[in-house]
């Protein structure tokens, strides 16, 4: 900053010898011509600093899977609120020195991404197949649990897989389930009495008017889709589990951006944690119709 000053000082020193003196000699204007040169190379490369300075993220950033699974994640999907998942990630992830580059990817090359570290972070339930390519936290962000869903007005009573025998039964095409129910799903669909659909929208439809009798999805998608559209008085979600799952945290062992991965964990598990104690967690479940407190 004093060759700055230094600049300005120059400047006006000659200025006063040229334009009030009238005096300029040929080794003062080589000299000032210099000087210039100089100032302008100066102003130039400080002006560059301040820009990069400006356009630098405050952490450095790490790449996050972020899918389409309401009401965690809406991954290309357009929505007000950001997401459950991605509220608590966006909360936690800064407190270990990083921020958070959502992403969404199709499963195979998130896998692939995974397993190479081109990706950081993921949240998944334990599985021993991903334990060679991952990390995990210990503190779960959300459990997501497979209930059957039925009409509000329905006296429906579900306590095992031959209770779903009479009912006219509804397939989302592409949940797995659980082992169990996935055959149970294999057995109806050949014997026809199983009534498949794409979308969980439709799922919901067809209950609602009566097309069928029950479905089975995980409960807090269930709800939040109800919510959207309206109709969350007129379902209910059997106490029946399926099967439920907790998620956590998940880093790639190949991680590229991620310097000490398992004091990141530590790091946000402890962010989590504190955020389910002083109440914060509950709040922002309430805005997706979750159940707080389940994890």
Same mark, same amino acid.
């Given at each position: 900053?004093?060759?700055?000053?230094?600049?300005?000082?120059? !400047?006006?020193?000659?200025?006063?010898?040229?334009?009030?003196?009238?005096?300029?000699?040929? !080794?003062?204007?080589?000299?000032?011509?210099?000087?210039?040169?100089?100032?302008?190379?100066?102003?130039?490369?400080?002006?560059?600093?301040?820009?990069?300075?400006?356009?630098?993220?405050?952490?450095?950033?790490?790449?996050?899977? !972020?899918?389409? #699974?309401?009401?965690?994640?809406?991954?290309?999907?357009?929505?007000?609120?950001?997401?459950?998942?991605?509220?608590?990630?966006?909360?936690?992830?800064?407190?270990?020195?990083?921020?958070?580059?959502?992403?969404?990817?199709?499963?195979?090359?998130?896998?692939?991404?995974?397993?190479?570290?081109?990706?950081?972070?993921?949240?998944?339930?334990h599985k021993a197949?991903?334990?060679?390519?991952?990390?995990?936290?210990?503190?779960?962000?959300?459990?997501?649990?497979?209930?059957?869903?039925?009409?509000?007005?329905?006296?429906?009573?579900?306590?095992?897989?031959?209770?779903?025998?009479?009912?006219?039964?509804?397939?989302?095409?592409?949940?797995?389930?659980?082992?169990?129910?996935?055959?149970?799903?294999?057995?109806?669909?050949?014997?026809?009495?199983?009534?498949?659909?794409?979308t969980g929208d439709?799922?919901?439809?067809?209950?609602?008017?009566?097309?069928?009798?029950?479905?089975?999805?995980?409960?807090?998608?269930?709800? #939040?889709?109800?919510?959207?559209?309206?109709?969350?008085?007129?379902?209910?979600?059997?106490?029946?589990?399926?099967?439920?799952?907790?998620?956590?945290?998940?880093?790639?062992?190949?991680?590229?951006?991620?310097?000490?991965?398992?004091?990141?964990?530590?790091?946000?598990?402890?962010?989590?944690?504190?955020?389910?104690?002083?109440? !914060?967690?509950?709040?922002?479940?309430?805005?997706?119709?979750?159940?707080?407190?389940?994890?």
């Amino acid at each position: 900053m004093s060759l700055l000053v230094l600049c300005v000082k120059m !400047e006006q020193i000659r200025y006063f010898k040229k334009e009030i003196l009238g005096v300029e000699s040929t !080794e003062d204007l080589m000299k000032m011509n210099l000087l210039s040169i100089v100032c302008i190379v100066l102003f130039i490369g400080l002006n560059g600093y301040i820009l990069r300075a400006d356009e630098q993220v405050p952490f450095p950033q790490v790449i996050v899977v !972020e899918n389409d #699974w309401p009401p965690y994640f809406f991954g290309e999907t357009h929505e007000q609120l950001p997401g459950f998942a991605r509220e608590l990630l966006q909360k936690c992830i800064p407190s270990a020195g990083y921020v958070a580059k959502f992403q969404f990817y199709p499963l195979k090359r998130m896998y692939s991404y995974l397993q190479s570290g081109e990706i950081d972070i993921a949240l998944f339930s334990h599985k021993a197949d991903r334990d060679s390519f991952v990390l995990y936290g210990r503190e779960s962000l959300f459990s997501s649990g497979y209930r059957p869903v039925i009409r509000s007005e329905t006296d429906i009573r579900i306590d095992s897989l031959d209770d779903f025998d009479a009912l006219r039964l509804g397939h989302l095409a592409g949940l797995k389930y659980s082992p169990s129910f996935l055959e149970y799903i294999d057995r109806r669909q050949k014997a026809g009495s199983l009534i498949t659909t794409t979308t969980g929208d439709s799922a919901l439809r067809m209950l609602l008017e009566g097309i069928i009798d029950v479905f089975v999805d995980t409960q807090d998608t269930v709800l #939040w889709r109800a919510k959207k559209m309206g109709v969350l008085n007129r379902i209910k979600i059997v106490d029946y589990d399926i099967k439920s799952s907790d998620y956590f945290m998940a880093v790639a062992k190949k991680t590229k951006r991620i310097q000490a991965p398992q004091e990141f964990l530590d790091t946000f598990d402890r962010c989590l944690a504190e955020m389910k104690k002083n109440g !914060e967690y509950t709040d922002i479940a309430k805005k997706y119709t979750i159940q707080a407190g389940r994890p």
